[in-house]
């Protein structure tokens, strides 16, 4: 138990390397680093809203499959076995690309360009979108198999993307030092959540009732914009950052775009061993993992979880096809509430790595929450609507949101300045790990 206790113990391994050591309590005074220090810049507007920017581009294009789901569904009804796979399938291929793109990404950190990986991630998911909106246009009259096929393809493309984007992403935002950076990406990555909920939620009220049997055959049109839509959203993030890595070879890091004439090369990396950075951040890289790891039981419940109100003369709002679309966006609202909560350092955990391990750990009780409320329509236990947007969902996304963002922005303060870029490489290897896992074990959840 001794030596148990000494691994996970953080007084010397979490000690921050570049400041003195203090009471945790005390850890605003150093936060943020003053503008002056040699190896951060001083915080500016503008870039803070590319990282944003960055962040909802990051999980933008993936939450176009999801949103595309009634043109698939349209598309494999004449395949009983694509049509009851093809969710797994995406599933699946995404999760192996993303995990297998971003642990080969996190090792290679030798003359890594990480500003390169981001620009070369954006140009692919450019390509993959624009072909698969032009898929529905050209591609109607081909087979189900050779449809599947493209599919899994593109879902492969977008996956390795999107790998990329993260690995350079968060590796380069952990080079400036700021926590508010990466906080930024943390929100855009929130807000990509809310809005296709609430895209999907107009949408289906958008139709008139007696008209939605007819919704499938114009499927291929909100596919279509879906799609050309994930393509527009990556090339606006690929023109601001490449105007960001202008400025930044030009030294224009002040609120006032004035150049600031610098001596001071940036921090050289250096390349780190995976496992050593494991045993610097190992309490903040384990709370990402298990973050992620109860994170994906949700999706499983939310798709089959209906309202307690049932009956011929249920209002709309509580009727399947917008009832549960609401319930990803009360989950996708406290998520994103969170994440911009952090930006104030007195709300912040980041540099608390035994209560973020805690949070982590706690947040399984949110689980048996789930068989409490209306599952597939078997009844509920407790017979409240409120109880299950508010309590369970909001609560659910409000924890994950605080949670990743803390554990995402202290990762730079546990390591030396030449180590950032690779601790934030690695935080992000985490990150996938515990999606990949977290999905892997929400079959068995799906199947109970």
């Not at 939450?63 to 043109?71: D, E, I, S, T």
């Not at 939620?201 to 958008?206: N, R």
């Not at 400025?247 to 002040?254: E, P």
Request: glycine letters at 6%; proline letters at 6%; a neutral charge.
């Amino acid at each position: 138990m001794e030596r148990i206790r000494r691994w996970f113990a953080p007084t010397l391994a979490y000690e921050p390397i570049e400041q003195p050591a203090v009471a945790e309590d005390e850890y605003e005074r150093l936060v943020p680093a003053t503008p002056s220090s040699p190896s951060i810049p001083a915080f500016s507007r503008p870039v803070y809203w590319v990282f944003f920017i960055l962040g909802v581009s990051m999980l933008w294009a993936w939450n176009m499959f999801l949103a595309a789901a009634p043109f698939f569904h349209h598309r494999f009804q004449s395949d009983n076995w694509a049509l009851t796979h093809y969710q797994s399938s995406i599933l699946t291929v995404s999760t192996v690309t993303n995990l297998a793109s971003v642990f080969v990404l996190a090792k290679l950190q030798e003359s890594a360009s990480y500003p390169r990986r981001i620009i070369v991630s954006l140009f692919i998911n450019i390509a993959i979108f624009t072909l698969l909106a032009f898929s529905t246009l050209v591609l109607k009259d081909v087979s189900v198999t050779v449809y599947f096929g493209f599919l899994m393809v593109m879902v492969c493309g977008a996956s390795m993307a999107t790998g990329i984007n993260q690995n350079g992403v968060f590796a380069f935002v952990s080079g400036f030092g700021r926590e508010e950076y990466t906080q930024a990406i943390m929100s855009g990555q929130g807000v990509a959540g809310v809005l296709p909920c609430l895209a999907q939620i107009l949408s289906v009220l958008a139709v008139p009732e007696q008209g939605e049997e007819q919704a499938p055959g114009s499927s291929w049109k909100s596919a279509f914009a879906c799609f050309i839509t994930a393509t527009g959203a990556s090339a606006l993030t690929l023109v601001s950052f490449v105007w960001l890595t202008k400025r930044q070879s030009l030294h224009v890091i002040d609120d006032n775009s004035e150049s600031i004439n610098t001596d001071t090369d940036p921090t050289p990396t250096k390349t780190v061993s995976l496992w050593s950075l494991f045993t610097r951040l190992r309490l903040p890289a384990i709370s990402i993992y298990l973050c992620f790891v109860v994170t994906m039981m949700y999706p499983v419940y939310t798709s089959k979880i209906e309202s307690v109100r049932s009956g011929p003369d249920t209002p709309r709002l509580f009727q399947p096809a917008v009832f549960i679309p609401l319930s990803f966006f009360f989950w996708n609202t406290g998520d994103l509430l969170t994440r911009m909560l952090v930006l104030n350092p007195r709300f912040s955990l980041a540099h608390h790595p035994w209560a973020l391990l805690i949070l982590a750990i706690a947040r399984a009780g949110f689980i048996p929450l789930y068989l409490l409320c209306n599952i597939s329509g078997r009844g509920a236990i407790v017979k409240s609507d409120f109880f299950y947007l508010f309590i369970v969902q909001t609560l659910f996304g409000a924890t994950n949101g605080y949670l990743s963002s803390c554990c995402m922005m202290g990762a730079s303060y546990w390591v030396s300045a030449d180590e950032r870029e690779p601790a934030g490489g690695f935080m992000s290897l985490m990150l996938v790990g515990g999606l990949a896992t977290g999905s892997l074990l929400s079959f068995f959840a799906a199947g109970a």
